[in-house]
């Protein structure tokens, strides 16, 4: 049970920054997925 204890909070540190930077790389795509959208004319196809 003491081994339990002392892990609890390295493990709760390591899993909020895996969540931080799950959200940061999803927000980071979801932006550049946007700035592709606004490239692409209204036709779909690029200008080429």
Same mark, same amino acid.
């Given at each position: 049970?003491?081994?339990l204890a002392a892990l609890a909070p390295p !493990? !709760?540190?390591g899993?909020?920054?895996i969540y931080g930077v799950v959200k940061l790389v999803r927000s980071e795509a979801v932006a550049r997925d946007n700035d592709k959208d606004?490239?692409?004319p209204v036709g779909g196809k690029s200008a080429d």
């Amino acid at each position: 049970m003491e081994v339990l204890a002392a892990l609890a909070p390295p !493990l !709760l540190v390591g899993g909020a920054f895996i969540y931080g930077v799950v959200k940061l790389v999803r927000s980071e795509a979801v932006a550049r997925d946007n700035d592709k959208d606004e490239d692409v004319p209204v036709g779909g196809k690029s200008a080429d």
